[in-house]
């Protein structure tokens, strides 16, 4: 099993709607995790870190941790087209490993 | 505040010579990480230096080395180039190099092997 791990997607959401982007982790990962977005030929940029189980909210963003299903979630809310980029997710294992990524499409 | 910065932004070289990718961190910040990332995929951990030393190493051959300048600067090398080693390179600076310490990532170096 892989460390950290992501569906590819592509996921395609009506502008508006709420985007739900979901992370696995395996036992090889510790407490912290974070959600990176990526634009097309750009560098990762951070949204948000967690690193307690429950939610954490950021404007329209919603980190979600459950450490007993091993799982981390990224709601976007009132999703826009500017939305639409990779999203990465990443844990620490002794270093920082991060999922494929998801990409994202917000269709208007 | 000036973010991380990376030079070059392209590089192209051909199979067999080498490179070297070069990182500023944020201001105060004393860990700088190497990544690299092929496309479709998610940034691969290939080290981390903290206060001049290393922290950690990735899966990655001994043709990758690095090192971190007193001024919390690091250069990536690369030896004996290959065609797979065509890629984004992307450098991260943190506060520290701990398991919350949040990584920030430079724009990146794109290099070609030909």
């Known amino acids: 099993q892989k460390e950290v791990e992501q569906n590819s997607g592509p996921l395609s959401v009506p502008e508006g709607a709420i985007a739900s982007l979901n992370c696995t982790y395996s036992?090889?990962?510790?407490?912290?995790f974070f959600w990176y977005r990526q634009y097309s030929g750009k560098s990762p940029e951070l949204i948000m870190s967690?690193?307690?189980?429950g939610d954490k909210e950021d404007g329209r963003f919603t980190a979600q941790l459950n450490k007993a299903s091993q799982y981390v979630s990224l709601l976007i809310r009132d999703s826009q087209p500017s939305d639409s980029a990779t999203y990465l997710c990443?844990?620490?294992?002794?270093?920082?490993?991060f999922g494929q990524g998801t990409r994202l499409t917000i269709n208007p | 505040d000036a973010g991380v910065t990376q030079s070059p932004t392209h590089l192209i070289k051909t199979r067999g010579q080498q490179v070297t990718l070069r990182c500023s961190p944020i201001s105060g910040h004393k860990s700088v990480s190497w990544y690299q990332q092929v496309l479709g995929q998610g940034p691969q951990f290939i080290f981390q230096y903290y206060e001049k030393e290393e922290r950690g190493r990735g899966n990655f051959p001994d043709r990758f080395s690095a090192r971190q300048f007193p001024n919390y600067s690091s250069e990536l090398n690369v030896n004996a180039l290959l065609l797979g080693d065509s890629a984004l390179y992307l450098c991260a600076s943190s506060l520290q190099s701990g398991p919350s310490d949040t990584q920030y990532f430079g724009p990146g170096t794109r290099l070609t092997v030909l």
């Open positions: 990443a844990a620490w294992a002794q270093k920082l490993v």
């Open positions: 967690i690193y307690s189980n």
């Open positions: 036992d090889r990962v510790s407490q912290s």
